[in-house]
């Protein structure tokens, strides 16, 4: 599910993610059952399964530099 958010070219979005009020920026892979609010997510990210990245207090950066196929 993705609300109010903003997916640039080249992103993968795993099954089972939410995706509220965030920009995820170009060539990201996000895994599957991540929720993401309120974050703005780098470029060239992977964001693993199973996680949850939320910007409590005003918006989150999220820099997550994983191997991609390691997943």
């Known amino acids: 599910m993705v609300e109010n958010s903003v997916i640039f070219k080249k992103v993968f979005v795993g099954n089972n993610c939410v995706i509220k009020n965030s920009i995820i920026l170009n060539d990201v892979y996000v895994g599957d059952n991540t929720y993401i609010e309120n974050c703005i997510v780098e470029s060239r990210d992977t964001i693993r399964a ?19 196929y390691a997943l």
């Open 50 to 68: 199973n996680t949850r990245h939320v910007g409590e207090n005003g918006v989150k950066v999220v820099v997550e530099k994983n191997e991609r």
